[in-house]
């Protein structure tokens, strides 16, 4: 590789979240490469390396924060352009659970892991016990769970090597899939947002969107239904849509219709980064509330814009925390009455955050970080004596 394009890459890389095609080899081998920096930058505690050449592992694990407890993540299996991709994923995806935690009141810190390759090829039961030894190595520090392309299967191989596992099988004490809870959660975050924006939390005859029916849309369309909502359904599936309209009489909407319908609330419950300037435009919702992570594409900027056009946007990752809550439970003994309980406190929470938003007047996902912040902060002061 030439010294300039070197030298390009390294800048890049030391701009977290911009990295170019090159492996971290490569890039150690220049001085301007300092992966301290990369930590220091969203103050991530550990991360740590995994390698195996019998099992074909190459996995990254990295510890957010564990100030509230210890740093819980799901393992995402992904086939990523290179190792720089996958290290930017998982800085990004812990700290994401450091702030879900804090702000759904669970003692428990965030951390994430990736395992680098194709998930139809690489996955082996030695795979997956040979990172579950890496998770033992912890010694509780991280406790992971399935995630993009890990199943609760996977999940039965690394509680082969390490207890520091959940996301079970009902069958071996575990909470089993979460969608349901999370489900859950995101009706109890669109029943405050709609408080917030009508003055009333009854879904009965509102007219609700659902872009992405799978396994938390799904769940959520059983909800809205049994209030009484008039529902339009979107998803790229066309026998999801066909099953759904029939047995919930839902409206099937094609594409990005769904962004400009005369409805009263969008939940977005498939893919992130959809809530940009052009889609924002075009919404006639008051109120958006839906399970996917990272909805908005960028904070700073769209924050802003769904407070000027007076939507009531519920954090992401506030009213999607129902299966992280579920899984805690697992963690401190499962009991699946608890985890729907404190659940349903996402609906006080919520409205919590549209009152500190307005107090303040900042947008809701600033208002839910820095509550979420405050609570690590408090507990920093409770935990700074024996
Ligand atoms: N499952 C959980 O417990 C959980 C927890 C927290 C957050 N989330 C987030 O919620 C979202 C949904 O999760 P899920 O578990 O239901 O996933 P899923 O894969 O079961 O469902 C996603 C659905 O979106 C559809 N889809 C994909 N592209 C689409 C498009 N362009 N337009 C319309 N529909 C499209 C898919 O066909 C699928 O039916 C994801 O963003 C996920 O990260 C899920």
Redesign the pocket.
């Known amino acids: 590789m030439k010294s300039e394009n070197l030298d390009y890459f390294c800048s890049l890389f030391n701009q977290i979240f911009k990295y170019d095609n090159m492996s971290t080899t490569q890039a150690a081998n220049s001085a301007n490469f300092d992966i301290f920096s990369q930590l220091e930058a969203h103050d991530h505690e550990q991360v740590v390396f995994c390698q195996d050449k019998s099992t074909g592992l190459k996995a990254i694990i990295a510890i957010h924060n564990t100030v509230l407890g210890p740093g819980l993540g799901g393992t995402r299996v992904w086939h990523y352009n290179n190792d720089a991709e996958a290290f930017n994923d998982v800085m990004r995806l812990s700290r994401g659970m450091t702030y879900k935690a804090a702000i759904s009141g669970l003692n428990l810190g965030g951390a994430k892991a990736v395992i680098i390759g194709d998930a139809k090829t690489i996955k082996t039961e030695a795979l997956m016990r040979k990172f579950g030894r890496f998770v033992e190595n912890l010694n509780g520090k991280y406790i992971t769970a399935e995630d993009v392309n890990t199943t609760t299967r996977d999940m039965e191989y690394v509680n082969m090597e390490t207890d520091h596992v959940v996301g079970l099988p009902e069958s071996m004490g575990g909470g089993g899939d ?2 349901p809870v ?1 489900a859950y959660g995101v009706y109890m975050g669109m029943k405050a947002a709609v408080k917030h924006a009508y003055g009333n939390e009854s879904l009965n005859g509102k007219k609700v969107a659902v ?7 799904g769940h959520l369309l059983e909800h809205l239904h049994k209030e009484g909502a008039q529902l339009f359904i ?4 066309e026998e ?1 849509l066909a099953k759904y309209s029939k047995e919930f009489g839902a409206t099937v909407v094609k594409g990005d219709e769904i962004y400009g319908l005369d409805v009263d609330v969008f939940a977005p ?4 980064a959809i809530l940009n300037t052009e889609n924002i435009g075009k919404l006639k919702a008051k109120v958006i509330a839906g ?3 990272n909805q908005l594409a960028d904070e700073n900027v769209h924050g802003p814009m769904l407070v000027e056009k007076g939507i009531a946007y519920a954090p992401d990752f506030l009213i ?1 925390a129902g ?1 992280l809550i579920n899984v805690y439970q697992e963690h401190i003994g499962y009991n699946r009455e608890t985890a729907m309980r404190n659940t349903e406190h996402i609906f006080n929470v919520t409205l919590d955050i549209f009152k500190d938003a307005a107090a303040k007047n900042i947008h809701t996902q600033k208002a839910a970080t820095e509550m979420a912040e405050k609570r690590i902060n408090d507990i920093l002061k409770v935990r700074s004596t024996y």
């Open positions: 979460p969608s999370t872009q992405g029916i799978g396994k938390v849309g979107s998803d790229i599936n999801m419950c498939a893919l992130g399970a996917a992570n999607n299966g």
